[in-house]
T-cell receptor, first 113, second 110 residues
Framework: EPEVTQTPSHQVTQMGQEVILRCVPI?????FYWYRQILGQKVEFLVS????????KSEIFDDQFSVERPDGSNFTLKIRSTKLEDSAMYFC???????????FGDGTRLSIL | QKEVEQNSGPLSVPEGAIASLNCTYS??????FFWYRQYSGKSPELIMS????GDKEDGRFTAQLNKASQYVSLLIRDSQPSDSATYLC??????????FGKGTRLHILP
């Protein structure tokens, strides 16, 4: 069964550094998403991406965040200047259009020191 | 502010019994509803999706939707220890994002 893949599984970074989290969505999906889950808390929506542009973003997704689909398969989340509070699990998800279920990758655990 | 509310639990259910998980949502125009299961340290895994009022059954799982009451539930029959997890209710409204509830922790007692 096709799946969403994320790399790396764990990223450790110094505060203030830039990080790029990578995702390969399911190949025939057209909608792509990033979510964040701080330890012990709920899954929080960050951004949705469709047709090479952001279609929706939350208040969490401020100017330090950006997303990109650099080629036909990858979907990336960049955090420009990381803060301690960015430490969380970041999940990528993809779906077909029409309010279809989102399928999640295994996540990247981001630890900011 | 669109909200999805769930009882955080833990909900303890004896093995073999029916587990009943509930969820309410605030956005009346919500169109699609999902139940995800999340084991500790893992990603959410889709269990059920439901789009219209009534019941939808898939194996041991039944999702129930009542749009008038803005209520969605998940029943797990013949509960197994492997069902012990956090169950996330998720609601997709008119825009391209899903709002998750905080999840209900389910503990199946052997």
């Amino acid at each position: 069964e096709p799946e969403v893949t994320q790399t790396p599984s764990h990223q450790v970074t110094q505060m203030g550094q830039e990080v790029i989290l990578r995702c390969v969505p399911i190949s025939n999906h057209l909608y792509f998403y990033w979510y964040r889950q701080i330890l012990g808390q709920k899954v929080e929506f960050l951004v949705s991406f469709y047709n090479n542009e952001i279609s929706e973003k939350s208040e969490i997704f401020d100017d330090q965040f950006s997303v990109e689909r650099p080629d036909g398969s990858n979907f990336t989340l960049k955090i420009r200047s990381t803060k301690l509070e960015d430490s969380a699990m970041y999940f990528c998800a993809s779906s077909e259009p029409g309010w279809q279920p989102q399928h999640f990758g295994d996540g990247t655990r981001l630890s900011i020191l | 502010q669109k909200e999805v509310e769930q009882n955080s639990g833990p909900l303890s259910v004896p093995e073999g019994a029916i587990a009943s998980l509930n969820c309410t949502y605030s956005d009346r125009v919500s169109q699609s509803f999902f139940w995800y299961r999340q084991y500790s340290g893992k990603s959410p895994e889709l269990i059920m999706s439901i789009y219209s009022n009534g019941d939808k059954e898939d194996g041991r799982f039944t999702a129930q939707l009542n749009k008038a009451s803005q209520y969605v539930s998940l029943l797990i029959r013949d509960s197994q220890p492997s069902d012990s997890a956090t169950y996330l209710c998720a609601v997709n409204g008119r825009d391209d994002k899903i709002i998750f509830g905080k999840g209900t922790r389910l503990h199946i007692l052997p």
